[in-house]
């Protein structure tokens, strides 16, 4: 059976982010999976549950949402379809075969996981079972966890040894493979500062595979560093924005942050503008940032010029080396060494 694991859409209304959730349940519907949502589907303070009925009357698709913190009076009384179950209540279902274990984010305190699954554990006890819930995982015994959120423990896990989990609450996505605990994060970026590519879980429960499948329609926010090093630094911006354009081909980037590091002989603001002319080409309309640290090659320390040529020295008498790759190594140490 095909799960599509999700969390944390946050929606606020008929913005980018109730798109995204149309994106997610358009593929849902294409590829006959039930959806899976851990948590936070609404946002802090909204309470316009009505969207939800909008949002989900327009698909054929089974979708199963539990409550997180952001939503901790959603109730199944909210949502009207019949294709949608709102686990408001910690409970066990049977899907293809497979026994899912919904633990939400409980409403009136944050308390350890370990309670919640115990209570249910009879009902999966033997079988191969999935738990989903709203958390921190935690990698550490019972006990060592004073500032988690709501904690899971590898002392949980051990324990109780589910065959996976899927948690929300950590919007970027990430996984303990030595433990199968995987975090799907938000398909889109909640905040700024959440850069980078977002992602679903596709979940396959039959051969128990797991496969982190990018939003292109989310809007991107990136992060990304330059090195610069003496010369004309054109080729090198140019490389470096050719890797990135193909790293994130297909994606809406909305905007963009550039740290310029290293050494030049040439002009900062010069290279400030290059940078940010070329970005904003490639990417039209995004908000484009330029921090520039590089330094000027005279701050540079006479010590520091003749290591740099002794080594340009010893390359002129070698054949088998590549001198401008050397050179352009050496310079890019000397600048992460330097510069910051």
Known sequence: MKFIVTADWHIEGYDERYEVARWILQKAQSDGATVIVAGDILDKGIRRHAVLDDLFGGFDVPVYVIRGNHDVCLSSGYVTSSKVCVVDEPEVEVMGGVYFMFIPYPRSESTPMYGYIKKLFHRVEGKKWILVSHGDWVRGSNGVYEDAYFPLTIDDVREFSPAFVFLGHIHKWGYDAEYNVFYPGSPLPIARDEYGVHYIIEFDSDEGKIVHVPVSAAPLYLKEEVCVVPGDYRGDVDSWLESVAAKY???????????????????????SDYVHMKVSSLWEGADVKIYNGVRLIEDVPDVVLKFVEDIRSMADKRTDVDEQELMEAVWRVVSKGFSR
Do not use: N, Q, S
């Open 249 to 271: 081909e297909g994606h809406k980037v909305a905007g963009v942050e550039v740290e310029l590091f290293g050494i030049t002989d040439l002009d900062r603001k010069a290279l």
